[in-house]
Every structure is written in C-alpha cells, then in structure tokens.
C-alpha cells in the first residue's frame, strides 16, 4: 500500500494544507524520490511502484483519508486530485453463454501457461472478440505501449493538459467502423482506475474517424467475460458508463 511513503511525501511538501477543492497538486517524479531517498526496500521508495495505484483499495491510506487519486499528466510529472477517479467493474450475475469455437482445429499452445495475453489471444483466434462486438471485421493492429499526443481533459471541477504519457494496450483492433481497445485482467478486480480506459481511448480517438470502443477483459477459470465502456463526453474523464457485459464459455 506505500503507506509510509506517501505519508513522507505528504509531510515533506505540506500536501495536507493543501485546497483540493481549488487544483489538483502537481509533483514531480524527482520530489518523490527526494522525500524517499532514505528508504530502503524498492517498493518503498521507486516512482513507478508508488504511483500505480489501479485500485480504490490499491491506494495508501493518505489518499483514501482525503478522496484522493494519482494521474500522470507529463513524464516524470503527476497531479494528486480530488474526487473519484475509479470506475467499477460490476459482476456479471447470469448463467456464461457457451460459444462455439470459429477454429476447425485445437490450439495446443493456447493451454500452455495463465497469462493475459494468452487468454485474450484465444478469444480472438476463436472469433469471440468478433462475436462479442458484432463485428467480423476486426483485425489486431495494436499492442504494447505508446505514448499519447497533448490532449485535455475535465476531471471533477479541474481542467488537466496531458502530454507524453507512457499507455499500454493489451490489445487494440481495427474493423471498418471502430476501433477496440482492450485492458486485460487475470484476475478479478471490481474496479480499476478510469485512466486506464481514458487515456488510450483519447490516444487513439485523434489518430482516427472512427468509433473508438474500451473494453475490460478478464478470464476466470473457463469462463471469457468483457464490459464495454463508453465515454459520453469525450473531454470528461468522470463521464464513463458502462455499455455492456457478457461473459462466455468457449467449447468445440
């Protein structure tokens, strides 16, 4: 949780008296290292760790205390706001729809490990990512990280300028009409920080016409299940609702 740290933190720039109702507060990756440099386990004093907090129960008990959330806005350089940042992931209460397999044949290498990646590549070699989205077109054409272009945003009363942000697809696919972006999970969670989704949906939403759609992915045990988010206001970061939610059970 980085409870210690981000207590340090919070002392050693005064963050306390800070008026979040007002702005965001901006620190930079360098004052994080500073206020942490006399710690010595990796976790307690590395950037990148302390500021991934893709969870509600994820953050310290500092930001939890005062409603508060972590987004990166520049590299090296973050805003701590006020308000909900995190978006949940309800469960999906019926009965998995069985889907039969688009594949004439096995895929033996598909049940060799437990990774994100394999599961959601199984989903697409089968023609469930097709099936779910209603759309035979879809073709991978984007994986792994990127970097956004400048955008902005609203997030409760604040204005924010992105610029440079380091994002990751797990997996984006291209039809005639849309654009699917994929975040997935191996494990449950009920819910995950909005950034996520809104960050590579606004990366890729200036880099095409066409609808651009985030999905969260996730497989437990057998079973294949995806929610469909959408953004009714594409500068709200707060403005997501979920579309829609399925799960399946592939079988031959």
């Known amino acids: 949780m980085h409870d210690r740290s981000w207590q340090k933190i919070f002392d050693e720039y005064n963050i306390h008296r800070h008026n979040f109702d007002e702005s965001p507060f901006r620190i930079t990756a360098e004052q994080i290292k500073r206020a942490c440099q006399d710690f010595t ?85 089968t023609s469930l990512i097709r099936t779910f989205l209603s759309d035979d077109s879809l073709v991978l054409t984007i994986r792994g990280r990127k970097y956004t272009p400048s955008f902005e945003f609203n997030v409760g009363n604040h204005r924010l300028q992105v610029n440079s942000v380091q994002t990751e697809v797990d997996a984006g696919y291209e039809g005639k009409g849309q654009v699917v972006l994929i975040e997935a999970k191996n494990r449950f969670e009920n819910n995950v920080i909005i950034r996520q989704l809104y960050y590579p949906f606004r990366q890729w939403q200036q880099k095409t016409k066409k609808r651009v759609v985030p999905i969260f992915f996730e497989k437990k045990e057998d079973v294949f299940l995806f929610w469909q988010f959408e953004f009714e206001d594409l500068e709200n970061y707060n403005s997501i609702r979920l579309a829609k939610g399925e799960k399946f059970k592939i079988v031959r």
């Open 41 to 125: 386990e990796t976790g307690e004093k590395e950037v990148r760790i302390l500021c991934k907090q893709d969870t509600r129960e994820s953050r310290p008990q500092v930001f939890k205390d005062l409603g508060l959330f972590i987004l990166p806005v520049k590299n090296g350089e973050y805003c701590i706001i006020k308000g909900e940042g995190y978006i949940d992931i309800p469960p999906i209460d019926k009965e998995p729809l069985e889907y039969k397999s688009k594949l004439s044949f096995d895929l033996d290498t598909a049940r060799a490990g437990d990774s994100e990646m394999q599961h959601l590549d199984y989903a697409y070699a």
